[in-house]
T-cell receptor, first 113, second 113 residues
Framework: LAKTTQPISMDSYEGQEVNITCSHNNIATNDYITWYQQFPSQGPRFIIQGYKTKVTNEVASLFIPADRKSSTLSLPRVSLSDTAVYYC??????????????FGTGTQLKVEL | SQTIHQWPATLVQPVGSPLSLECTVEGTSNPNLYWYRQAAGRGLQLLFY??????ISSEVPQNLSASRPQDRQFILSSKKLLLSDSGFYLCAWINRQGAGELFFGEGSRLTVL
């Protein structure tokens, strides 16, 4: 199973772009990379998912280099409401296999005025 | 649409008392089901997961157990609670078909006194 490593915390200011990198050196060929956001006393919410290269949706971008041993979540123009813990989760292969889904420690993002 | 429900939302239990947390999923069939625990200020710890009725994989040897009596029902239990069992318990499901995201319930906050 791919173990993930993220910075424990990051600080930013409103309006800035934030990039959070996750290392997953032993990612399997079939593994997806998924990012979640968690607010206090709530379950994590899906942000974005990718397999390789770049993925963009309405809230974030996900950059995955060719070797797939890391990934970077990019949040454009953060606001105070983006203060949360962000988790990178690696697993759940292309065919829906892979049942054990283990989260890493996550990154606490704090956004200030 | 798919939904997931957990209950109770909050409970305070004395040490040594039993525990039963329930989780049900609607709008899907044959999901993978997960129980996570989050201690105060900590990350998500995978406790149990299930790929089908009666099939339980335990990740952490402790005084907790899980059962899946029906396809969309997942129960977390304990015969005798410990102080260290306090935390925020989250149930989650994922569609076994293709790339998926974890959907989390609202969580159950347990305080053991």
């Amino acid at each position: 199973l791919a173990k993930t490593t993220q910075p424990i915390s990051m600080d930013s200011y409103e309006g800035q772009e934030v990039n959070i990198t996750c290392s997953h050196n032993n990612i399997a060929t079939n593994d997806y990379i998924t990012w979640y956001q968690q607010f206090p006393s709530q379950g994590p919410r899906f942000i974005i998912q990718g397999y390789k290269t770049k993925v963009t949706n309405e809230v974030a971008s996900l950059f995955i280099p060719a070797d797939r041993k890391s990934s970077t979540l990019s949040l454009p123009r953060v606001s105070l409401s983006d203060t949360a813990v962000y988790y990178c989760l690696v697993g759940w292969g292309l065919t829906g296999g892979g049942n054990k889904l283990t989260f890493g420690t996550g990154t606490q993002l704090k956004v200030e005025l | 649409s798919q939904t997931i429900h957990q209950w109770p939302a909050t409970l305070v239990q004395p040490v040594g008392s039993p525990l039963s947390l329930e989780c049900t999923v609607e709008g899907t069939s044959n999901p993978n089901l997960y129980w996570y625990r989050q201690a105060a200020g900590r990350g998500l710890q995978l406790l149990f997961y299930s790929v089908g009725i009666g099939q339980i994989s335990s990740e952490v040897p402790q005084n907790l157990s899980a059962s899946r009596p029906q396809d969309r029902q997942f129960i977390l239990s304990s015969k005798k609670l410990l102080l260290s069992d306090s935390g925020f318990y989250l149930c989650a499901w994922i569609n076994r078909q293709g790339a998926g995201e974890l959907f989390f319930g609202e969580g159950s906050r347990l305080t053991v006194l």
